[in-house]
């Protein structure tokens, strides 16, 4: 990635037609007076107020607002991030995104999500949850550009139906992608499709979503990626008290992957598993950035 440019998502039209088209581009800069938001443009409903400071001038949190809060069919979201060098930035979200259940047309809804991060620039990405509603048909691709001396914390948790409802995803379909690149290498590629054909039967039998080597049937599931760090059995073991804390709720690992420690998790709840991950970026943050974790006050609200 470039350019912050968006394509004009043709807002007009999209009210036109019952679709709405959005993308917004962020960039950070390092100043003598610390972090700043540079350029906040945006087109359709998605931006952000203000940057906030809870830690200080040198690291900037940032909301994103997103009023519709959810996808229907024919959506299309576009968020560009670039922190400039030596600059740091943590972004999350006002509220949990939303699939909804796509109409009879059948039209995409997705959201495409770049990052760039400079040389010794940091940028925490991390959003709430997704809940894709059943019979959705959702795409979501998130990149990842890391420059040889810069750092990353990002998670990604998604709930497939509603499992509070006791609604399964039905016959909703999901591509999820996600790709961490350093200087034009991948580090990290995972990528997730599900669909249920219309005459597979109510057990999901030997697809993704139940099988061993899948999902086993949890509807939530949860990835965290921080790095780079070298290799240390000391941090992993750290890691996995953590999640031996929460057995009883979430089915977890973690692994060392290209220098970047990840970790995944299957739960019931979404809240659940966000509340590991969150423990698992509080107990690594310190190592990562040199500071003590500091949760956006907005998960608490």
Not at 168 to 184: A, D, H, P, V, Y
């Amino acid at each position: 990635m470039n350019q912050l440019a968006i394509p004009d998502p043709f807002v007009a039209e999209a009210s036109a037609s019952g679709r709405w088209r959005a993308g917004l581009a962020l960039q950070f800069e390092r100043t003598e007076r610390g972090c700043r938001l540079a350029r906040n443009h945006h087109h359709g409903p998605l931006y952000v107020q203000k940057p906030f400071f809870p830690e200080g001038r040198d690291l900037a949190h940032v909301y994103l607002l997103h009023p519709p809060g959810g996808l229907v069919s024919g959506d299309r979201l576009e968020v560009r991030v670039e922190v400039k060098k030596g600059a740091r930035a943590l972004v999350t979200t006002t509220g949990a995104g939303r699939v909804y259940r796509a109409r009879s047309d059948g039209l995409l809804q997705s959201q495409n999500t770049f990052l760039q991060v400079e040389e010794g620039a940091s940028l925490e990405w991390l959003p709430l949850e997704n809940i894709v509603y059943p019979d959705a048909n959702g795409a979501m691709v998130t990149r990842v550009d890391l420059a040889r001396d810069s750092h990353f914390a990002g998670w990604e948790v998604t709930s497939l139906g509603l499992p509070a409802c006791d609604a399964t995803l039905g016959n909703g379909r999901l591509s999820q992608r996600l790709e961490i690149f350093r200087e034009g290498v991948p580090l990290l590629i995972e990528s997730l499709r599900l669909s249920r054909p219309s005459n597979c039967n109510s057990t999901f039998a030997g697809d993704v979503l139940s099988s061993r080597a899948g999902l086993q049937g949890y509807p939530v599931n949860g990835l965290l990626v921080m790095g780079p760090f070298a290799p240390d059995e000391t941090v992993r073991e750290a890691c996995r008290e953590i999640i031996s804390a929460h057995a009883k709720r979430c089915l977890a690992g973690i692994t060392h992957v290209s220098g970047m420690i990840v970790a995944r998790a299957l739960g019931r709840c979404a809240f659940e598993v966000r509340a590991l991950l969150t423990e698992l970026w509080e107990l690594l943050r310190p190592e990562l950035l040199g500071r003590a974790a500091c949760a956006p006050r907005i998960w608490h609200t």
